[in-house]
């Protein structure tokens, strides 16, 4: 049983639009969720992350809508650009130190010029 | 400035062989640090986390061990490889307290 699930592993959208990654949780002690993004050949670096005490965090054209009662958040991609195309990681823990963090299994961004 | 290397990155192993996989790193001390594993396209599994020289927790077990014998080292190894052990392996810290783990640039295996 995934205990972080994307539900798109491919999403395409033309330059200009806005993406959005949906990404739901099972564990209700989940309480921090940091959103990755990973090229290829890279490591993930770190893009923006939300506690549950918030419903929203914005980091410029980044933004994560976090919905606590029904388990789900999104990131939402403003303006995207071809440059933004890659895998997108939601990940969740209990606390925010790192341990035992669960990753889901990715979603693989294309932005067509 | 804080930074974090992995060593080697890119190793092509056989079936059998030992392995070790290092990770440094410089500019803050006592960090935590992780091992994850990641298979071609897919999710990332943490394997190791470690909060203080010589203490490691083991989060999922793939005949794999973990060291940390330095505040700014931390070791993968395996006395035997398997054809399961291909993939990427990435090093994580944590920068700030309260924040998510950051990545170094991974190491590559491929087991042959």
């Known amino acids: 049983q995934q205990q972080v699930r994307q539900s798109s592993q491919s999403l395409t959208v033309w330059e200009g639009e806005t993406a959005i990654l949906n990404c739901s949780y099972e564990?209700?002690?989940?309480?921090?969720f940091p959103w990755y993004q990973q090229f290829p050949g890279e490591g993930p670096a770190l893009l923006i992350a939300?506690?549950?005490?918030?419903d929203k965090k914005e980091d410029g054209r980044f933004t994560i809508f976090f919905n606590k009662r029904e388990k789900n958040l999104s990131l939402h991609i403003k303006d995207s650009q071809p440059g933004d195309s890659a895998t997108y990681f939601c990940?969740?823990?209990?606390?925010?130190?790192?341990?035992?963090?669960?990753f889901g299994i990715g979603t693989l961004l294309s932005v067509k010029p | 400035a804080q930074t974090i290397h992995q060593w080697p990155v890119a190793e092509i192993k056989a079936v059998g062989s030992p392995l070790s996989l290092g990770c440094t790193i410089k500019?803050?001390?006592?960090?935590?640090l992780y091992w994850y594993w990641q298979a071609t396209g897919g999710t990332l599994q943490q394997l190791f986390y470690?909060?203080?020289?010589?203490?490691v927790e083991s989060v999922v077990q793939l005949n794999l061990s973990a060291s940390r014998p330095k505040d700014d080292q931390f070791i993968l190894s395996t006395e035997k490889l398997l054809l399961s052990h291909s993939g990427f392996y990435l090093c994580?810290?944590?920068?700030?307290?309260?924040?998510?783990?950051?990545f170094g640039e991974g190491t590559r295996l491929s087991v042959l």
């Open positions: 994580a810290w944590v920068k700030l307290n309260n924040q998510a783990p950051l």
């Open positions: 564990n209700s002690a989940f309480d921090y």
């Open positions: 939300i506690r549950s005490v918030s």
């Open positions: 990940a969740a823990s209990e606390g925010s130190s790192g341990n035992k963090l669960i």
């Open positions: 500019g803050k001390s006592s960090p935590n």
């Open positions: 470690s909060i203080t020289v010589g203490q």
